[in-house]
């Protein structure tokens, strides 16, 4: 059996943007028990708006010294963020995130975040199909 990536990715996904507060963050992140949350944009084209990527922020980012003024695009990571369509393959997420040293994948498809995959995901899916 291929388990795909929309198998077991966790949704819905909450975003934030850079402009928002760390500490707002972090209360948010308790509150939901949420380990990573993607950093968005819009651009405003006449035709459409678009929704763009600009990083990740995770609890280990947020749970560093911050100032009350410290905003999410102060200390977001803005490289090494990867994406991984909901048909792709588990194996090839899970390589995905091995290769890279990543504990976060964000799902996407047609321009929209779909859902999340982060190494619990991956545990979780080990632990419901049985390995003997």
């Known amino acids: 059996m291929r388990i795909q990536v929309k198998d077991f990715m966790s949704t819905p996904v909450t975003t ?8 707002e963050i972090r ?6 028990g949420i380990h990573a949350i993607p950093i968005i944009s819009y651009s405003n084209d006449t035709l459409k708006v678009e929704m763009t990527i600009q990083g990740i922020i995770t609890a280990t980012d947020i749970n560093k010294e911050v100032s009350e003024d410290t905003t999410v695009g102060d200390i977001m990571t803005s490289s090494n963020i990867h994406l991984v ?7 090839a997420a899970a390589k995905m995130m091995l290769k890279h040293n990543v504990h976060h994948i964000i799902v996407m498809c047609e321009g929209e975040i779909k859902g999340m995959i982060s190494s619990l995901d991956f545990t ?6 049985s390995l003997g």
């Open 16 to 23: 934030a943007m850079e402009e928002n507060n760390v500490l």
């Open 27 to 32: 209360m948010l992140m308790k509150e939901k």
């Open 85 to 91: 369509h909901p048909d792709s393959s588990a194996k």
């Open 124 to 129: 979780k899916l080990v632990a419901e199909h």
